[in-house]
């Protein structure tokens, strides 16, 4: 069993910066690769970024690339995403999430989620 809790969502304007926090607990988070997706009303949940256990590769969405930045401490059993420039489509409740093995960009790839952060984008 893996616990995740997803903290930092809120209220920015258009062109601010938020950056969320997943922390884990229930097994050895070193050995895991981590997810970040969102889903906003009415829409499919999508992947935004993953990472793998040890840091060295690191994946994002297009419509994200080159503003968030997914990191993580395993020393902290916590993995980030940074979010600047904010847009309001990327209004969303955030999850992160757990699986074993390399990092994916499937919803179904992964085992384990957390409860979500609202991240609201006013324009």
């Known amino acids: 069993q893996v616990q995740l809790v997803e903290s930092g969502g809120g209220l920015v304007q258009a062109g601010g910066s938020l950056r969320l926090s997943c922390a884990a607990s229930?097994?050895?988070?070193?050995?895991?690769?981590m997810g970040w997706f969102r889903q906003a009303p009415s829409k499919e949940r999508e992947f935004v970024a993953a990472?793998?256990?040890?840091?060295?590769?690191?994946y994002y969405a297009d419509s994200v690339k080159g503003r968030f930045t997914i990191s993580r401490d395993n020393a902290k059993n916590t993995v980030y995403l940074q979010m600047n420039s904010l847009k309001p489509e990327d209004t969303a409740v955030y999850y992160c999430?757990?699986?074993?093995?390399?990092?994916?960009?499937?919803?179904?790839?992964?085992?384990?989620w957390g409860q979500g952060t609202q991240v609201t984008v006013s324009s």
């Open positions: 999430a757990n699986r074993r093995g390399a990092p994916a960009m499937g919803v179904d790839s992964y085992e384990y």
């Open positions: 229930g097994r050895t988070f070193s050995r895991d690769a």
């Open positions: 990472i793998s256990w040890g840091a060295g590769y690191t």
